[in-house]
Structures are given as C-alpha cells and as structure tokens.
C-alpha cells in the first residue's frame, strides 16, 4: 500500500503568489506593481528546510500553471486576457491559459520563469520533499492558447467543429448560432470598460460548471470554458471508444509534467470529469512513474469509491470529517457524530481520504466567519491528522494563525485568503521575517501555535501506530455515562496501535476544563497486546511528558483520570511496565494533568 510505504503523508498547500511577498501594499484591486507578487526564488532553500522541519512531507505549490490575469506580458509573447473574463486583478490560478506553462507573475525574470520553476522543484527534493502542482481537467480559461507547447500537440479546440453543440472529438461544447454574453453586472477589478474592451466569442462555448448556454450569470464560472470528455449532455450518452481526442491531450499534459520531475496532482473537481478518463490516464502516467500521486478533489460520498477504484490514491475528506469538525466547533453539532461518519461511506477508504482544516476554497478557521481563535484548531487538528492513516493537509499560514482579515479585491471579506488578488498574508511574512525564515515577527501565542503544529505533524511522522496502525474505537465504552464525567458531544477518544506503537487519542472541545475517565475495553487491550494483570505507564507525548503507572484491569473497569485545560488535546503512549505501583487511587498512581503547555 503506498501509505505505508512512504509513512503519513503531510501536504503543505502553499500558494506561490502570496507566500513569498514581502510587499505589505493593501489597494484594493491594486496591481502587482502596487501590491507585490511573490516568486519561485522567494521558496528558498531556507524555507523549505523549515517546513521539512515542521513536519512536512509533500508541498502542493499552487496557482503556478499560466492562468488568465490582467496583468500584460505581451512584451514575453503572451497574448493579453480580455479583463472582462477575468475574476480578479492577478485572475483565478483554475482559469488555466496554456497548460504547458508556469505564470510569468511567479518568475524574477519573466523569459526565464520555466528554469525557476525547474529550479524550486530541485530546491524542493533537495530539502527531502516532494512536488504536487494542480491538474485543472474539467475547464480552462477562454482564452486558452498555448505559446510553448511541444511542437506536436494542437492547442485545445484548434480542430473542433464548431458547428454543433458536440462532437466525439471536439474538445469544447458550443451553442451554435449564438455569442457569448459576459454577464451584464460584471465589472472587471482594473475598472475597464465594456465599450473600450468588448469580449467576442462566436459561436459561444460552453462554461465551466457545466453551464450549457450563451448566458451564463455572474456567480457561474463564466470565465472558463467546459472540456469535452465524449459525454454528450443534450442526450446523456458517453463516447469513450475509441478514445476521445480530449483524454489524449489531458494525458500528454500529465505526462509533460510528471517528466519534469512533478510527485503528484491535485486534481481540481475531478468529479465533473468521467471516472473512465481517469482510469486510463493513471494508468497510463503510473505505467512511466508510478511513484506519482493523484489527489481527487471530491465533495459526494457516493462516488467515492468509484472515483478511488479509477485510479485516486486519495480523495478529499471535505463532505466528512471537515463538515463535522467544522459544525462541531461552531457549535451546531457534537463529536459523537464522528461514529455516524466511521460507518458512512468512507468505512473500507479510511487510507484513501485526505484530511484537513482548511485550504483555499474553504474560510480561514481563525476567521470569525469560522472558529475565531487559532489556539481551537488544537483539539481538531489533533483528531483530523490522527484519526486515519492517509495524509492530512494545512494550508500556508494555518499554522501561525492566519485570519484573511478584511477585503482584498474580488472575493471581498469572506473570510478566505483571496487567490485572485495580489495581495499579502500579514502572518507568513510575520514568519517570514523577511527572508530569514525563523519566525522572528511572530507573537508568542503565534510561535506556540506553530510549536503545537510541529510537534503534532512531527508525531505523525514518527510513530507508526499512525501512519500504518489498526484503529480502536473508545466510543462505546465511555459514552452515555459509562465513563464518569465523559461528555460524548465534547469529547472523543479513539486508539491507533500496532504491534510496535500504541497510542490513546483524547480530544476536547469544551470550554469547560475536562475532569473525567476514559476507559478501554478489554478486547482492544487485549487486541494491543496488552495484559489487563500487568502495570502499564502512560505517557502524554503532544504536551505535557506527563507520565502515569496503572494496572491494566483499572483502565478497563475505572479508567485512566484527565484534568486539565479545555479546548485541548492528549496523545497518549502506552507499553508494558516493570514499575510496581506502591499506592492506588482508582488504579492510578498519580493524576496526569493534561493541558495546553506548547512543546519547547
């Protein structure tokens, strides 16, 4: 199984526009010359041995493929966008213009930005990373043209018969007869107007969310256009055989980048693609490279399967475990709903599943659109990365607490950091510190979090209990008042053991500091190759060090004591003992106090 092969999976969403500026301008829609940009050679080597240091196994560099912008770089061969189908003033990184190249926003020098890009890909396993760049399938920017393709392959819709609304082998959909009509309301960033820069599409295509219509409206995405897999939407029937022009063009694509030394994709709503698509063009990439990657961005549960069986090695756990943890620490639900999820449709994918708290689509969880206060991440974040073996991810700035606070440009104050605007993330650059890398602008309560975040992710990496360990529910041995003081809407505990490495996983989200006993069954004691006759010691290894001795028949019938700090965590190790234990109190030699004490 690959999980196992190459231990837990850490992805680091950074997006390469923002994370290495260093310009603090805030216009609103200002340009890059007002507002900054940052490049390639900003992600130095510096930089990637801190995350590598964080915990960090793969970085999935995002918005580095060349995407419409209003930004001109005809002085470098690129044909300017029509800024009325453009979302933003640096444009939307999923409205790709030529597959086969980075964005010149991201290059010191804009004639050299592909020898950057090769450049950071070194730099990256050099520092013992791994590279994961998007794959955008389903749509591309309308102005879709590419200026260094490889010599032998066409530009997408070059030979399309734009005559009917579908060919087997076209790669666009088109309403014949009719022009495309940017939706009325819309007024681009740069404050350009409709009469000086009129936008002509004829016959119209297709947009990207599978609006099939000359019109789309302003909240659809209007400014791509939908690909063409051999699905015919106006009679619902599927031409696959013989292949579809589109599918070998996507393939190449892949194949382009895999040759460069890329280790995975994230591929962008890979639902709205056929799974037979993916099937043949996974295999066909893991044919040449198979250590490659493939993460699915997916949203329905009943696809999962399918989607997985196609060739995904992992899909996003967002419809699952994000919504849960999401309505949880916003009060609209419990944790117990976490038992409900274990039997939905992820039971037998639990390895499959990629994890997290947050990334670009959703709202910062330190937002007050969401949490509030980075310090409550600590008990979610615990269970999101422990809870299953396969990978969980955090976005750029998650880990110093970043709040996307106030309006950017397009996406306005919604609690996201904008990925269509030049702007800035005020606490990357606070740990940035100007190129040195070492967090020296953070606050304490900053540099606590991000101490938190690198002994979690660090654990992850060491112990195989998590990357590759049976799990053990604790739910139905404390729940519903069979542990004394265990609230089963605040608190969950679950264990992840192998052979080699046990460990006990407490989370609490109350703000009420927890006073209660948890206890383990005695199968799964057994199961974990421990005796309920012998002294075992417990040890909380997140936070504290705080060790305790009890006999294994206490901790099934009484239970192991937590005291300590609400909204928190405990990572708990437990082996055998030669210890005798001298005093008892409920089977306990003496109370671990288990709190939020950032590790040194």
């Not at 960090?56 to 995002?62: A, E, F, N, R, S």
């Not at 396993?125 to 749509?139: C, R, T, W």
């Not at 519903?480 to 003081?485: A, T, Y």
């Amino acid at each position: 199984m690959l999980q196992a092969e190459m231990g837990k999976m850490i992805v680091y969403q950074l997006f390469v526009r923002l994370f290495g500026n260093k310009n603090t301008g805030s216009v609103l829609n200002g340009s890059i010359e007002e507002n900054g940009c940052g490049k390639f050679n900003d992600i130095s080597s510096r930089a990637l041995g801190e995350l590598k240091r964080l915990g960090i196994t793969h970085v999935w560099y995002t918005g580095i493929i060349e995407h419409a912008t209003m930004t001109d770089y005809s002085a470098y061969g690129i044909s300017p966008d029509n800024p009325f189908v453009v979302k933003g003033r640096a444009g939307s990184p999923y409205a790709v213009r030529d597959c086969y190249d980075v964005d010149p926003d991201l290059a010191s020098s804009a004639d050299r930005r592909m020898l950057e890009f090769d450049g950071l890909v070194e730099r990256t396993h050099s520092a013992g990373l791994k590279v994961i760049i998007d794959f955008v399938p389903n749509h591309v920017a309308r102005n879709c043209k590419s200026d260094v393709k490889p010599g032998n392959v066409r530009d997408l819709g070059e030979e399309d018969n734009t005559d009917v609304f579908f060919d087997r082998n076209n790669n666009f959909y088109y309403i014949p007869g009719k022009e495309f009509a940017v939706p009325p309301e819309y007024i681009p960033a740069s404050g350009a107007r409709r009469d000086v820069c009129n936008y002509v599409e004829y016959p119209a295509k297709a947009s990207g969310n599978d609006v099939f219509s000359a019109s789309p409206g302003i909240n659809d995405w209007f400014e791509t256009v939908k690909l063409n897999y051999g699905i015919d939407f106006l009679s619902g029937t599927a031409h696959f055989d013989p292949v579809p022009d589109t599918w070998l063009k996507m393939l190449d694509i892949l194949l382009f980048w895999a040759e460069k030394g890329v280790d995975g994709f994230r591929c962008d709503m890979c639902e709205m693609v056929p799974a037979e698509f993916w099937s043949h063009a996974v295999g066909e990439v893991k044919k040449l490279h198979p250590h490659v990657v493939f993460i699915g961005e997916a949203y329905s549960p009943a696809n999962y399967k399918r989607y997985v069986s196609s060739g995904f090695d992992y899909l996003y756990d967002k419809s699952g475990l994000y919504d849960l943890l999401r309505a949880a620490i916003t009060g609209h639900s419990g944790l117990d709903r976490l038992q409900d999820y274990l039997h939905s449709e992820i039971r037998g994918l639990e390895g499959n599943m990629l994890s997290f708290l947050e990334n670009h689509d959703e709202q910062r969880f330190a937002s007050p659109q969401f949490a509030g206060s980075p310090d409550r991440a600590v008990p979610l974040m615990t269970l999101a990365a422990t809870l299953h073996p396969s990978p969980v991810m955090i976005y750029f700035g998650q880990e110093v607490g970043a709040k996307a606070a106030g309006a950017t440009g397009f996406s306005g104050d919604d609690g996201r950091t904008s990925i269509f605007d030049y702007t800035h993330v005020p606490e990357i650059q606070q740990w940035m510190n100007g190129g040195s890398f070492d967090g020296g602008l953070l606050s304490r309560e900053q540099a606590e979090l991000r101490s938190f975040y690198a002994k979690l992710l660090n654990i992850c990496n060491s112990e195989e209990a998590i990357s590759d360990g049976r799990f053990g529910n604790l739910f139905e041995s404390n729940a519903n008042g069979k542990s004394q003081g265990f609230n089963q809407y605040m608190n969950c505990a679950f264990a992840r053991y192998t052979e080699n490495s046990r460990l006990i996983i407490f989370v609490t989200i109350d703000s009420i500091a927890p006073d209660l006993y948890l206890k383990l069954p005695a199968d799964l004691l057994a199961d974990m190759g421990l005796d309920r006759d012998s002294n075992l010691i417990i040890e909380d290894i997140l936070f504290t060090d705080c060790k305790t001795v009890i006999r294994g028949e206490d901790l099934v019938s009484t239970g192991i004591h937590f005291t300590g700090k609400a909204m928190s965590a405990a990572i708990l190790r437990i082996f055998p003992s030669e210890i005798p234990l001298y005093s008892k109190n409920h089977g306990i030699l003496f109370h671990p106090l288990i709190k939020h004490a950032p590790a040194e």
